[in-house]
């Protein structure tokens, strides 16, 4: 089964089977606010052709945090829901507490706790959107497959 998982943001970490990252999706002075999902959008279709064949999306549940950070996440969602939808493309959400509980075995764990955890389970990720991204891959692939 292809996974591919995303912590969406305006840093977004994501994983996938022997490969994560980090996809920054900042906007630049005098950008509409909406070329952060055009770019979002394009980025995916590249991921696509990465991973063929990919069979889901795993994505953290928006937060509503209150102004851009919330129009920032609802946004990116919805991207991937019609990304999704267009490719044939099963999705699945997660809650923040939830792979914070699955991942360390405490639903409000910090950003360092989940960092650690993802370095002790073999992975380096660079910082806590990619730690995210890779904790929700195997959190997907135990809920999907029964294998870790």
Request: proline residues 3%.
């Amino acid at each position: 089964m292809r996974i591919l998982s995303l912590d969406t943001g305006t840093k977004t970490g994501w994983a996938t089977e022997n490969l994560s990252g980090v996809e920054e999706f900042a906007i630049k002075r005098g950008e509409s606010p909406g070329m952060r999902f055009l770019k979002f959008r394009g980025w995916l279709a590249t991921m696509l052709k990465l991973i063929p064949e990919l069979d889901v999306i795993i994505y953290e549940q928006a937060h509503h945090r209150g102004g851009a950070a919330t129009a920032c996440g609802v946004g990116m969602v919805t991207v991937v829901l019609e990304f999704a939808a267009q490719h044939g493309i099963e999705t699945m959400s997660v809650h923040s507490g939830t792979l914070k509980k699955y991942a360390t075995g405490k639903g409000n764990a910090g950003k360092p706790e989940m960092i650690a955890e993802a370095i002790r389970r073999g992975y380096k990720p660079v910082d806590d959107n990619e730690a995210d991204a890779i904790l929700m891959l195997e959190y997907a692939k135990e809920i999907l497959t029964g294998k870790v």
